[in-house]
Each structure stands twice: as structure tokens, then as C-alpha cells.
């Protein structure tokens, strides 16, 4: 019987030990957001692309986070709606790529920003997002 009791207790804090460093090892949600541009010169069998970009490296309670965020959605929707054949001169009687992508994806990030929680003093920031442009566009297109 003190054996099964021993043996119960050891269980019960081993489990309280080793449970607060089980929530710690879980995963941290998605923090992207999908841009999608949408055009019409490519081959029928692509219609669209699609590009995540990350808000870990972020904090989206400051307003340079949040126009850094901003920033890599407007390059993200250029570089997709590019690839998709769009251009700068492209004929205004088309709805715009471009404008489409950005505007989808800035409504999601309004919500997002909404509800964003400032980071704590213990938070570290992830590795730096990489863009799928180049690095260029950062200066070129502000």
C-alpha cells in the first residue's frame, strides 16, 4: 500500500514537474498572411499565385510593426501580380492585380492588428521574414 502511494505521489509531481514545460514546447500559431494575386495573362492552367507573409518577427502593437507588415504585403502583391504578367502600364479598364491582393490581404491584417496583443519583455524575435523580391524593392517602391 505505501509502496502505490509512493509510487501515485512521484506520478502526480513528476506530472506537475514536466506539464508547465509541455505548454512552453508547443508550437506558436501561424503568424503569416497570405497575399494572393489574381490575373489573366498566364497560361489557363495558372490563374493565381500565392505568397505567406510572416508577422512573427513583428510586433504589430507598434505602428513600425505594423507598417513594416504593411510594407512586405504591398511588395508581396507587386511581386506576385508581376509574375502574373501585370504591369505598371497595364490598361486601367482591367481591375488592377495589384490592388485586389493588397486590399484582400490588408482587411485580414485590419482583424489581425485589432485583436494583437503587444509582445512581452520576454519575447524574442524569430529570424527576420526573406521575401520572395528583391531586396531592392524595399528602397525602390516605398
Not at 500565392?50 to 502583391?77: C, E, F, H, N
Not at 509574375?83 to 479598364?93: A, F, K, M, T
Request: hydrophobic letters at 35%.
Amino acid at each position: 500500500m505505501l509502496r502505490t502511494t509512493l509510487t501515485a505521489l512521484a506520478l502526480t509531481l513528476g506530472a506537475t514537474t514536466v506539464a508547465p514545460h509541455l505548454a512552453l514546447a508547443q508550437p506558436a500559431p501561424d503568424e503569416d498572411i497570405v497575399v494572393t494575386g489574381r490575373y489573366g495573362t498566364v497560361p489557363d492552367s495558372v490563374r493565381s499565385l500565392s505568397q505567406p507573409v510572416s508577422y512573427a518577427d513583428l510586433d504589430l502593437s507598434t505602428k513600425a510593426g505594423r507598417d513594416i507588415l504593411r510594407q512586405r504585403v504591398r511588395l508581396t502583391s507587386r511581386y506576385l501580380c508581376e509574375r502574373l504578367g501585370e504591369s505598371d502600364n497595364s490598361s486601367p479598364i482591367v481591375p488592377s492585380c495589384q490592388k485586389a491582393a493588397q486590399e484582400d490581404a490588408l482587411n485580414r491584417i485590419g482583424s489581425i492588428e485589432e485583436h494583437f496583443a503587444p509582445r512581452g519583455t520576454t519575447w524574442v524575435a524569430p529570424p527576420a521574414w526573406v521575401a520572395p523580391y528583391p531586396p531592392e524593392w524595399v528602397k525602390r517602391y516605398p
